[in-house]
């Protein structure tokens, strides 16, 4: 959008605004009236936020302070004198009465009166256009996220308190829905009417801890609202400011850390004192030598190579000359690591030398004996006037809130006394809410000072670009997992620095992530600096550059993984196994991992892949019951183990499978989540078979090096300690003739060394996963039935031959819930919109028959008992038939499962017939590429070619 148009769209916004709040799409209406018809809710949702017109809150847009169109705050017209305007920004008198009591709080902490303001650094030619083009990516990206979703709820169970740190509640629940925000992500947590600011602090699957005030209650059930676009904005706005440089920053710094060029590396300086190089094997050593001279220095390590041991003696040593560090990570886990490993090289360091921006990942980093690292911890005591001050204001404003919802539910007419509390109460929350966004301030003014007189300042790399560290400037950036990532946030990190950059991480690992699919955002967004500056392809070329250091002794994987991995994935820098890890004893045993490799083939299987709840992603419910098995068979000789897949529904089955007690020792996982992470065994479940959601996802059949499925399998494999054992349709994943690529290359190595496991051999170490004959299959599930309080089917297109001899069991089925349907069977038409006569006959005498199509699952949830088949479960030939009792596995599948109501009856809820012709109204759903089709419909009606005489 041009500016011209921009300043248009301001303007109209505002005046559309001007008399209240407006929904989106009455807002998106006045802008196309007024001629702006190619607007979207992306460009609305960038200009409201980035010129701070208005918040979108519950899907309302509601006006901020007026503005001009080049964003500077302006008094309204019929502005009252008390209000006045101060650095372009109003000011009412609850404000500057509040201003004022925070600034008596501060004059005790001793701040300085004046923030030193560094002098802006050189910039380059080219700098300009860089910038412009990644703030043109973060924009494509806005828009393509604001056109899914500006703002989403996720619904949150299972609330647990998880601790305190730096004077706010830690707080863990379990997610009812996707997430999709990284760590470090601030959001809303909504508790009945309340909202509280908080902080997503890591995700495991799906439990999530967050980061809460201190005053926030403890409850079971809550709702987290979070704003998709506000880390894009950020970023955007922050590239924009720097468009021609700015104070604290080296755009000479940033434009290097995306752009080819050969760097002149400077002869060696003095060897590294005894202290420094302790424990480094030779790699490493001429590694920490090359970062230590000025300029652009890269680091390449591989899995198990050692980096974090390279990067924290770097650290420590550059501390010894002197310098001050920036150490930053995409993640809050990667950088976690990257802190413990630098606290290990500094025992003696005094409190605020190493200080960590934002909340932990790890929770030895909360309240350490040796001497506090959280930047929230050091301010708070620093601040304790203020924080003090804080607390008692949130609990001022509950009570005043509590007052007010009271007196909103008397039903008369207020007496002239309750009206005078109502004012008074209304009157203080305005500035309490004041004095908060003050004390808040001021916080943010000691973090700044603690940040500004640390040695080392830790942070995730989207905090570089916020507020506590805007302007500060350190001698050398460190930038770890680089290689996840993008090109344009890594330009932000690199000029907080003065030139001396250390760029660490492995490019064939995974990458970043982004949604736009537009030029600019695959060159900024999808790219990491290793591919934006050319180091991954000079590798490939086999022409690595002077200023790239490669660590190739790995300290992870037993031989034959690390060997297999290594000529996969690194054949131009192969991984040689350090002496250390063949003498290493093995900690964990299991009946089902006998060596090193093992391949569990399920070719023969015929396992289904499905999509949650018939459209979204992918899972395999029979290698999820493979996995119970293998899991409930285990022994207490099984001390770390991890099960990963790349499929997030299939992430949540297996993670349902965990003991109680086992819950610290082992993990589930996608392998998104799993990188930087080890385990002694690895369970590697590749879901995808080729049946049911088809073709197989290209991360199967696309497996070049650089390929992300070929980042996928790399990462899940090389978390493996001694065992690794992969479950997969060897038919499908090595298909004979297929191009030699690193996917194929890893299969076959992997088969050429791996011990073979038949699949039914998992199911003799367990009850809990049986194999039941096709003959046995109506008597059990009758058995089932009888137990069963919930009961829901899906069955594929066949004769359903089993049906009619259940239908007095599923007629007995009663639920708890009389609101609900306690049985619902789903049942695929044919491709002409005709139920089986067996599915007709069980409708007619009461039984819950919904017509779906396509269905790609085959199974049962009763109750606690989950049943899949490779055929269709009631039809004549089933196939290969599992039954797994296991009640928390059992919910985990009804969720993966279900299918949601709406404008469409879902699971648990009766269908229609057709209003035309009294046939049964079909759900169809298919999920495909950003985005899923939904439609209700009836198959003859809607569909005229169908008509025919046929009932």
Known sequence: MGIGAKRKLIDIIQKALSSGPMTQDALLESVHRAGLRRVDVGDLYEVCARHSLAEFRDGIWVPRIPVTSEGNAVPP???????TYKDGVLHRPDETEAAAEAERLVRQLGLPAVEPAPPPGP???GWADAAKDAARAFGDELQAVSKRRTQTDVPLTMGSEAGQAGGRKMMRFEAEGDVGVTEGTPALLVIRHAHFEVEVVSMFGNVLTLSAPSDTPLVSEATLRIDLSWLLVAQSRRLSELAHGGPGFDAGAALAAVTAGERHVMASQAELPVQAVDGLNEGQRDAVNLALRPGLTWLWGPPGTGKT???????AELC?????????????AALDVAIGAVLKKLPGAAEGMLVRLGQPADPSLVDRNAGRVLVDEIAAARGAPVARRRVEAGIELRSCRQTLAALKRRREKLTPEEEATRLGAETKITYLRALQRELDRCMGEVRRQ??????IVAATAHQVVLETLKELTFDVVILDEASMTTAALAMLVAGAGRGHTVIAGDFRQLPPIAVAETPAAQEWLKRSPFEKAGISAAVARGRPPASLAALTEQYRMRAPIGDVVSTAFYPESPLVTAPAVKTRAVRSRVSWAGSPLVFVDTSNLRARTARRQGMHSRYNLMHAQLVAAMVGGATADLHDLALITPFAPQARLLESLLPDAHLDEWAASTVHRFQGGERDIVVYDTVDTGHGVSPMHRWFTEGSAGSEGARLLNVAASRARDDLVVIGALDSLHR???????????FAHLLDRADRLPW???LTSSGVTELVSAAAVAERLGDDLARAATVEMWLPRAPLRELPGLIPALSAVRGADPETEAVTVWVEPDQDGYLPAEALRARREGVNIRPLTPILESGAVIGDVVWSSSGTLLGGTPGVVFRTEHRVFADAVRRAQRRRSGRIPGTGQLGDDCGRCQRMMVRTEAGRRGGTDLRYECAVCDHPSRRSPRR
């Open 123 to 125: 910039v380059p030619s």
């Open 736 to 746: 004979r003739g297929a191009s030699r690529d690193a996917v194929w290359t890893f």
């Open 77 to 83: 017209e019929d502005s009252s004198k008390e209000q």
């Open 450 to 455: 603690v940040c500004r007189e640390a040695a």
């Open 320 to 332: 010894a000359r002197r310098m001050r560090v920036l150490l930053a990570a995409p993640t809050n």
């Open 309 to 315: 041991t390279t990067i924290s003696a770097l650290v």
């Open 760 to 762: 039914e051999k998992l």
